[in-house]
């Protein structure tokens, strides 16, 4: 059973849990993170989904994503999130997510990593994770218009591929 902090408006901690798959009340937020690898070479690392997984099955996603357990700070989540669902250690200790992303329930802290990553050395989690490719801006722009990629905003992929290539990413 996997529970959530609650979290108000502010990001402000209520002292409140909930269980996933409950309803937050009006007022009430969670926190997610995403964790995008992108390599020197400015591809971005991408992760297919399980057919058997809900919601998205067999369709390719950025790196890693999720949400934060109750008592999971930020880099936490992303530290968890990356190691168990592409087996990749990370150190995220004094590291501010890129951005942060406001959706209806909740904040999604995005962090934008570049490293060089062997995905031959990666351990993908079977219930998670059904395949890894380091992909192009172009190939998963083109990926969304052909539906095999999580429908994300094209110009929130831009996004995350100009920050890596300026200021936006932290450096492993």
């Avoid at 979290?7 to 009340?25: E, I, P």
Wanted: overall charge negative.
């Amino acid at each position: 059973m996997e529970t959530w902090d609650i979290y108000d408006v502010a990001r402000n901690k209520m002292n409140k849990t909930m269980v996933r798959g409950n309803q937050l009340a009006p007022g009430e937020y969670h926190m997610v993170v995403h964790v995008c690898i992108f390599n020197t070479s400015g591809e971005m690392l991408i992760q297919q989904r399980q057919p058997f997984k809900e919601g998205w099955p067999d369709m390719w996603d950025v790196t890693v994503g999720g949400s934060a357990l109750s008592g999971d700070t930020s880099q936490m989540a992303a530290e968890r999130e990356t190691l168990e669902e592409i087996g990749l250690k990370l150190n995220l200790e004094n590291v501010r997510p890129t951005m942060t992303m406001n959706f209806g329930r909740g904040f999604d802290d995005i962090y934008l990593i570049e490293m060089d990553v062997d995905i031959r050395e990666l351990s993908l989690q079977y219930e998670e994770v059904k395949d890894v490719k380091w992909a192009s801006k172009a190939e998963v722009l083109e990926m969304i218009e052909a539906g095999t990629f999580i429908p994300y905003e094209q110009n929130l992929i831009r996004l995350y591929f100009d920050l890596v290539n300026r200021q936006g990413a932290v450096r492993s």
